[in-house]
């Protein structure tokens, strides 16, 4: 599994280096350094998070590389990637990074920027997941795993995995058939709305940096796409 | 002792049993945990995937709870711990964030108390001296693999209780007990837990990675302090084991369920009637049920 996709993976990375200037954008390093908080210009390539990644064998960039391609500004590259949705939060790369990059917390900027610039995740089912899980808080302010599994299930069509586990798990009382909804559902309503005003407001003061970046790729990223 | 409860979402679900074991353990130790009033979900891990604030403020509204409540927080879930606490750092390390929470939050919160592992407040704040004239049995020498995984120890410069790599409370639980702790290699691994619904074939990858050194230590259990990390290696232990060919067949306890045990409660009070894998076997061949 892993030949053939790393040669293709050397390969892309290779060309985005050797285009340099051709679909790259400077300010994509500062981007995401501000909204991830940790200086991913730091990152000299060890290998030491592909080396602690549990998920690098499913991923279609290893960690190192994103770091490279965000210093090489190739926003395109990294923003339509897997990767930046495949990695499970684990922290391994960030505890042990030598020059203490936070690699995790590069790639939740890396997460918030894609759905900011309006790209479709390469990973729909996982974004998908993420966005019915936090409709579920939103909605009753605590997630109802039987409710989010059953809608998660309805929605990818994918209706019989995992009934294995699931009716035993019903037996057992594991699964409760109603949610729970706190009193300060009010609350929680507002405070969602708040945040996403916020984040309107951050996509439109990125827009100008995405149209440059676009006229730079000479394209658009695709739109569209599922959850917040 | 008294602490402010978060059980977080899963313990009234999925994990519930590890919910009924912490209470009980806890009224046989005397500690006091009072349930934080309407607490809400802390967001993990889908919040921080999208929206940083969001994740922050999540968090927060049953933090400002606890706050009023003049108590510390202790969590059950890892990564319950891992957010609450990300959250007491980042309002306390940063005013403008905190402000900006406050903002989204529409009411006030000062961090001021601070969040706490479940493990971390029953072995090292409560403490193993204290527990052991409570003890009723021993474990018998039960070979255990005691298995933290990641929220729990990392990033270590926010859960501040254990070494990251080679973790210690629990196994120091594990020899109070009368256990023997394993050593082995895959105590921080992670079982991939956000990956469990949408990519299940890699979480079976990683929960055979994990079974298997636990088998090859000669472990005849685990110990786990995570809802995700039991689910992950106890009831997807048995698709993995079709999937992979591989038999390991090891049971998985939280540790609220091994230390009730040895306090001399039982398997009902416990919750170990809802497991996959068989947890009662080996408690019996330790002659402890």
């Known amino acids: 599994m892993r030949g053939a996709g790393a040669g293709r993976e050397a390969e892309r990375v290779s060309k985005a280096v050797l285009h340099l200037g051709e679909g ?24 030491k998070c592909a080396a602690s990644c549990p998920v690098s064998f499913v991923m279609d960039l290893e960690p190192y590389q994103v770091m490279r391609l965000v210093q090489l500004g190739a926003r395109d590259e990294v923003l339509r990637s897997r990767t930046i949705w495949l990695c499970a939060s684990c922290t391994a790369c960030s505890e042990r990074c030598p020059r203490e990059v936070d690699v995790a917390a590069a790639m939740d900027a ?29 909605d009753t302010g605590r997630v109802h795993e039987l409710g989010l599994m059953v809608r998660y299930k309805l929605k990818t069509g994918d209706l019989f995995s995992d009934l294995d586990v699931g009716l035993p798990m019903m037996r057992h009382g594991k699964l409760k058939p109603v949610p729970h909804r706190i009193r300060g559902t009010e609350q929680m309503r507002v405070l969602f709305w708040r945040v996403r005003a916020r984040e309107t407001a951050a996509v439109h003061q990125s827009t100008g940096a995405a149209r440059e970046s676009e006229a730079a790729a000479g394209g658009r990223p695709e739109k569209g796409g599922e959850g917040r | 002792m008294k602490y402010a409860y978060f059980p977080g979402c899963s313990l009234s679900g999925t994990a519930r049993e590890y919910d009924r074991s912490t209470r009980a353990v806890a009224r046989a130790l005397g500690l006091d945990l009072e349930e934080i009033p309407d607490w809400s979900c802390c967001g993990a891990t889908s919040a921080h995937a999208t929206d940083k604030l969001l994740s922050l403020a999540l968090p927060a509204r049953s933090l400002a709870r606890a706050d009023r409540m003049g108590l510390d927080v202790v969590a059950p879930c890892a990564a ?91 196994d120091r639980l594990v020899r109070a007990l009368g256990g023997e702790p394993v050593v082995w290699p895959a105590k921080t ?33 685990i110990v786990v302090a ?40 039982s398997p009902g009070e416990l919750g170990l009637e809802s497991h996959f894998v068989d947890p009662l076997g080996v408690l019996r061949q330790k002659a402890l049920v």
């Open chain 1, 24 to 47: 790259t954008e400077p300010g994509f390093l500062r981007e995401v350094e501000q909204e991830a908080g940790t200086k991913v210009s730091l990152c000299y390539q060890c290998g």
């Open chain 1, 110 to 138: 890396l997460r918030v920027l894609a759905r900011r610039a309006g790209y479709r995740p390469a990973e729909g089912q996982i974004a998908l997941f993420h966005g019915l899980f936090l409709d579920s808080v939103r």
């Open chain 2, 80 to 170: 319950c711990f891992n957010r609450l606490r990300t959250t007491v750092h980042a309002v306390r390390s940063d005013a403008r964030v905190a402000d900006e929470i406050r903002e989204v939050l529409g009411e006030e919160y000062g961090a001021r108390s601070q969040v706490y592992a479940l493990p971390d407040v029953i072995v090292n704040r409560y403490g193993l001296d204290n527990i052991a004239p409570r003890l009723k049995k021993s474990l018998g020498g039960m070979k255990v693999a005691c298995y933290y995984g990641c929220l729990l120890v990392r990033p270590s410069a926010i859960t501040a209780f254990d070494d990251p790599e080679d973790p210690q409370t629990l």
């Open chain 2, 189 to 221: 691994e992670c079982c991939g837990a956000s990956l469990s619904i949408t990519r299940t074939r890699v979480v079976w990858q990683l929960a055979a990675q994990i079974l298997t050194a636990a088998q090859k230590a000669g472990a005849e259990a």
């Open chain 2, 226 to 265: 995570c809802p995700f990390c039991q689910s992950n290696l106890d009831m997807r232990q048995v698709q993995a084991q079709k999937w992979s060919g591989r038999r390991w067949n090891i049971p998985v306890y939280y540790f609220t369920q091994l230390l009730g045990v040895a306090l001399g409660l």
